[in-house]
């Protein structure tokens, strides 16, 4: 089996950062893609980043310029650099990773999720 553990998340005000982490454990393989995702309430779920295997990377438009995904394959985990954040930034984050696993099959794994609060 596969975990995905997220940390990282908390109350911070706005302009401030917060970096959030998810590691992974488990029969895996490898990571092919990472990816954050959101959910602020009231909305649905919504892609922030995303990053590759080859660390192309994809972000939402509303933090573009805000935000940086990178990765650790050593240590299995991604990671969301949060800067110059806003109060609609306040949501429940979520990891997902897209990973093969040491059987070679594939799947889609998710995070529990964490809270970032952006205070005004």
């Known amino acids: 089996q596969v975990q995905l553990v997220e940390s990282g998340g908390g109350l911070v005000q706005a302009g401030g950062s917060l970096r959030l982490s998810c590691a992974a454990s488990g029969s895996i393989f490898s990571i092919n893609v990472w990816a954050w995702y959101r959910r602020a309430p009231g909305k649905e779920r919504e892609l922030v980043a995303a990053i590759t295997s080859g660390d192309s990377t994809n972000y939402a438009d509303s933090v573009k310029g805000r935000f940086t995904i990178s990765r650790d394959n050593a240590k299995n985990t991604v990671y969301l650099q949060m800067n110059s954040v806003k109060p609609e930034d306040t949501a429940v984050y979520f990891c997902?990773?897209?990973?093969?696993?040491?059987?070679?099959?594939?799947?889609?794994?998710w995070g529990q999720g964490t809270q970032v609060t952006v205070s005004s």
């Open positions: 997902n990773a897209d990973l093969t696993l040491v059987n070679r099959y594939e799947y889609r794994y």
